[in-house]
């Protein structure tokens, strides 16, 4: 078996970049990529496709490399490079399952678990008013979701978004918003909050004291990641778990966040971060120092589906994160339906991926088709 072709394609409104491999034998496989300026493009350059055509598909992991290789040849491979290599990656696997007629889980190692569990991101409230942050929250929990995610941005009116100075104010905000949805959601339900890197480590660090008594799941990426010492200090400062991770490449990125414990739990960006089979490696390297494994996700369902078959197979999987609801083109994107319920996706027993791409909705919903509806 070889491979004959690399395309993909750009959707909208939210510009998910979908990968398609075909293979001499008529097998496709299907990924994902992280969305961002010309990765479509990038999964047919040639320094990628040079490393994959006449290739056997089913050499997943030195395929990697070999891409890897190509692009650090010519002076990058992080980036939205990783991204096209993350999301050709996805689509190996899908052959490599189909080929031997198992799902991607199976080849990974095996599954730990039969569902995964998924957690909502709700942004933030309709308005500034805490009522509606709150309103939210609730409607989002009678759909079946018992882990919930809200971002605390900077406001307009911040004292100075360039040194990440947050106001006395601000900080009393975004402690009183924690607060009511914590009161207002059932004990069980768990809560998330999100700092999006904006915020100094001694503003911050505030708010995160507070939140102490408030038992959240976690307060989300406080301050930027790059600086892992800074990140340590915060951490070991407060005892409201901090996570982070998504802006973080390959196994060798997230070495150092690890091995100094710099946060309580990792949240790698699998359709960047370097595909399935790196995102499982970045799981050991984190089981190693049990440190949780829950992937940030706002990929549409080819990726997300894909990601679970990694959070089926590593043991310190907690939580997987979902951004699309009520999104009608996440929904008919698959032929499979109502993938997500009760705030759980089951693992499917099906090869490969083992969903199967709607190609009317994707043609319908793609702005820009790189060979992808060809054949």
Aim: proline share 5%.
């Amino acid at each position: 078996m070889k491979i004959i072709k690399v395309a993909s394609c750009l959707l909208s409104p939210f510009p998910w970049v979908l990968v398609k491999v075909t293979t001499d034998e008529g097998l496709v496989g299907i990924g994902e990529a992280y969305h961002g300026a010309g990765v479509h493009q990038i999964v047919v350059d040639q320094r990628l496709t040079n490393a994959l055509i006449g290739e056997d598909p089913r050499n997943v992991d030195k395929l990697f490399k070999d891409m890897q290789r190509r692009m650090s040849a010519s002076g990058f491979y992080q980036g939205a490079v990783m991204s096209a290599i993350s999301g050709i990656e996805m689509a190996l696997w899908d052959i490599a399952g189909q080929t031997t007629g198992v799902p991607i889980w199976q080849l990974l190692g095996g599954k730990f678990r039969d569902r995964i569990r998924v957690y909502n991101d709700c942004h933030a409230g309709d308005t500034d008013s805490i009522d509606t942050w709150v309103a939210k929250a609730k409607e989002v929990e009678s759909r079946g979701f018992d882990a919930i995610k809200f971002d605390i941005d900077p406001l307009p009116d911040q004292r100075d978004r360039y040194n990440r100075g947050i106001s006395n104010d601000h900080i009393a905000y975004y402690i009183d918003v924690a607060t009511a949805l914590r009161e207002g959601l059932d004990s069980n339900t768990d809560l998330l909050i999100d700092g999006h890197w904006k915020h100094s480590p001694t503003d911050i660090l505030q708010v995160a004291k507070a939140y102490e008594s408030l038992d959240l799941y976690w307060l989300e990426d406080p301050i930027p990641p790059e600086n892992i010492d800074a990140m340590a200090r915060l951490t070991n400062a407060t005892s409201t778990p901090i996570c982070t991770g998504e802006n973080f490449y390959t196994a060798h990125g997230f070495r150092d966040l690890v091995e100094k414990q710099a946060a309580d739990i990792i949240s790698p960006d699998l359709a960047k971060a370097g595909g399935l089979l790196e995102g499982r490696k970045i799981a050991d390297l984190a089981d190693l120092y049990y440190i949780p494994f829950c992937p940030h996700n706002i990929c549409g369902p080819v990726g997300t589906m894909a990601v679970t078959h990694v959070c089926a197979a590593v043991p310190n999987f907690q939580l997987l994160e979902f951004h699309h609801l009520d999104n009608e083109v996440w929904s008919g994107l698959l032929i499979e339906q109502d993938l997500i319920q009760d705030g759980h996706i089951d693992v499917t027993t099906r090869p490969g991926l083992g969903v199967t791409l709607n190609i009317d909705a994707a043609q319908t919903a793609c702005v820009d088709d790189l060979g992808f509806f060809e054949g």
